[in-house]
C-alpha cells in the first residue's frame, strides 16, 4: 500500500536560537509548522550556525539552543513526525558550505540587504560568515533535497540566491539539487512592533515593551499590550493611518479566528483601554500551554538530549546521500 501512496513533498524552515521566540516568530512561522507536518515530510532545524555571524557568549547561546530547541517541541513539533535537529550537529551542512561558496559569486553576495544591515549595526565585525552566509542558507535547504520553503516577503531574496546557485551547480556538474520553491503561508498577521507598528516585531528590539516573547508571562504579556502605541482617534476599527490599532486587531483576529468586521462590532463604543486588554488576555491564554509544556521539557534534559542526538542522527544520513553525490560531481575521490 506505501508503494503507491504519492511521496510526500520536503519542508525544510529553520530559525535561529538567539533570544526567546516572540509572538511574531509564532504565528508567522511556528504555528504553521506544526500544521505542515500533517501534510508534507518536514525538516526543522535550529540554525545555531548562522548564529555566529554575531559575536556571542559561548554559555549563553548553549542555553539558547537548548532552550530553543526545547521551545519547538513545546509549540507542537513532533520530532516523530518532522525531522528536528541542531544545524551544527550535522557536519555536512559546513562540508556543502564550502562547495556551494565556491559556486556562489562575489557580486550576488554583495546584494544582500541583510548583509548590508547587519554591518551598519554591528560596524565593529563585519566577518566573512556574515558575508558568505547565503552560502550556507543554501546548504541547509540543498542538502536534504527540499522541494518547498516557507517564507515571507522579507525572506524572499534569500530562497532566491538559493535556487541560483542550485541552478549553477545543476548546469556545471548535471542534475544534482531539487530546485525548491516558495511555500507561502495562509495569509497570517505580520505581526509588528508595541511601541513602533510601523516596523515588525523584533526579539532584538532594545525596547522591552516592543515584542511578546512566547515565554513570557500572562501578567507581562497583559502589560505590554496595555503600554502599545495606538492613535488618538479611539474608534477601533482597521482603516490607514491607525498602525497600532491595526496591529493589535490583526494580533486579535489571528489569535481568536475573529473576523474584523466582528471584532470592530464587538468592541463598537469601547475604548482603546478594553480592547487593549482583552487582546493582551487571549494572546496569554493562547501561549498558556506552550509555556507549561515549556517548563515541562527544559527540565528533562535527558529527553531533550536524546531527541536531539536521534535529530542528528536521521539527518545526517539524508545530507550524506547529497554530500557523496556533490563530492564526486565535483570531482573528489570517494571516500
Not at 526543522?44 to 548562522?50: E, K, L, N, R
Not at 556543502?96 to 544591515?117: H, I, P, Y
Not at 498558556?288 to 536524546?306: Q, V
Request: proline share 4%.
Amino acid at each position: 500500500m506505501a508503494d503507491t501512496q504519492e511521496k510526500k513533498q520536503i519542508i525544510l524552515s529553520g530559525i535561529q536560537p538567539t533570544g526567546t521566540f516572540t509572538l511574531g516568530n509564532y504565528i508567522g512561522a511556528i504555528r504553521n509548522w506544526v500544521k505542515l507536518q500533517e501534510e508534507y515530510d518536514c525538516a526543522y532545524m535550529i540554525a545555531d550556525m548562522h548564529a555566529l555571524t554575531v559575536r556571542q557568549d559561548p554559555v549563553k547561546l548553549r542555553q539558547q539552543i537548548l532552550s530553543a530547541f526545547a521551545v519547538l517541541l513545546a509549540c507542537g513539533v513532533d520530532p516523530k513526525k518532522s525531522l528536528t535537529f541542531i544545524q551544527s550537529q550535522v557536519h555536512q551542512h559546513a562540508e556543502l558550505n564550502w562547495v556551494l561558496a565556491c559556486n556562489t559569486q562575489f557580486g550576488e553576495l554583495s546584494r544582500m540587504t541583510q548583509f548590508k544591515d547587519k554591518s551598519a549595526k554591528h560596524p565593529e565585525n563585519i566577518n566573512a560568515g556574515l558575508f558568505t552566509y547565503p552560502a550556507l542558507m543554501a546548504a541547509d535547504i540543498l542538502l536534504y533535497q527540499a522541494n518547498l520553503v516557507p517564507v515571507g516577503v522579507d525572506q524572499k531574496q534569500h530562497l532566491e540566491i538559493t535556487r541560483d546557485i542550485a541552478n549553477r551547480f545543476n548546469n556545471n556538474y548535471g542534475q544534482t539539487f531539487t530546485i525548491p520553491e516558495p511555500y507561502i503561508p495562509e495569509i497570517g498577521a505580520k505581526v509588528m512592533s508595541l511601541a513602533e507598528p510601523t516596523k515588525k516585531m523584533s526579539k532584538s528590539d532594545e525596547n522591552q515593551n516592543a515584542f511578546i516573547t512566547i515565554l513570557d508571562a500572562p501578567e507581562v504579556i497583559i502589560k505590554k499590550f496595555k503600554r502599545a502605541v495606538t492613535d488618538s482617534d479611539m474608534e477601533i476599527r482597521y482603516a490607514e493611518g491607525k498602525d497600532g490599532i491595526n496591529n493589535l486587531m490583526s494580533i486579535y483576529s489571528t489569535i481568536t479566528g475573529d473576523s474584523y468586521e466582528t471584532i470592530e462590532r464587538d468592541f463598537s463604543g469601547k475604548g482603546y483601554g478594553d480592547f487593549k486588554t482583552a487582546v493582551g488576555e487571549a494572546v496569554a491564554e493562547a501561549l498558556r500551554p506552550i509555556r507549561e509544556n515549556y517548563d515541562r521539557l527544559i527540565k528533562d534534559k535527558a529527553y531533550l538530549e536524546e531527541t536531539y542526538h536521534d535529530g542528528a542522527q536521521k539527518a545526517a544520513y539524508l545530507a550524506e546521500k547529497t554530500m557523496r553525490k556533490v563530492y564526486r560531481k565535483v570531482g573528489f575521490l570517494a571516500k
